[in-house]
């Protein structure tokens, strides 16, 4: 009977190891990588756009697609954490968990921004 009430979660889940395009999922560093390689683009772009309605659309539109790649890319390096040592992962990722919830507001904000200015 105490056997029964110990049920083991399983936990093995077995997660497709192609894209839906036929590509390779990156593993934990890469996705670290890529994530941070995104936010410099992000950073060195976002000046670039204008100030007119159009210009402002496709900041909102760029802003939006951007933080949603690296929501992405941190579920999927979360996902395959396993690949890196302990230590090694905290450190290459801590300061991706620390922007997680800033992009989730950039998203809100700039969908905002682009319902306010589409409309």
Same mark, same amino acid.
């Given at each position: 009977? $105490?056997?029964?009430i110990?049920?083991?979660? !399983?936990?093995?889940?077995?997660? +497709?190891?192609?894209?839906?395009f036929?590509?390779?999922?990156?593993s934990? $560093?890469?996705?670290?990588?890529?994530?941070?390689f995104? $936010?410099?683009?992000?950073?060195?772009? !976002?000046? @670039?756009?204008?100030?007119?309605?159009?210009?402002?659309? %496709?900041?909102s539109?760029?802003?939006?697609?951007?933080?949603?790649s690296?929501?992405?890319? %941190?579920?999927?390096?979360?996902?395959?954490?396993?690949? @890196?040592?302990?230590?090694?992962?905290i /450190?290459l !990722?801590?300061?991706?968990?620390?922007?997680? +919830?800033?992009?989730?507001?950039?998203? /809100? !904000?700039?969908a905002?921004?682009?319902? /306010?200015?589409?409309?």
């Open positions: 009977m $105490l056997q029964e110990r049920m083991k979660f !399983n936990s093995n889940i077995n997660l +497709p190891q192609k894209s839906v036929g590509f390779e999922i990156l934990s $560093l890469q996705s670290s990588i890529s994530c941070y995104l $936010l410099v683009i992000g950073r060195f772009l !976002n000046p @670039l756009f204008g100030f007119e309605q159009i210009q402002i659309i %496709t900041g539109l760029f802003n939006i697609v951007l933080n949603i690296i929501i992405i890319l %941190t579920i999927n390096l979360i996902i395959k954490r396993k690949q @890196l040592p302990k230590i090694q992962f /450190f !990722n801590s300061l991706l968990f620390i922007y997680l +919830p800033i992009a989730f507001y950039f998203i /809100f !904000n700039y905002k921004i682009l319902m /306010f200015v589409w409309f």
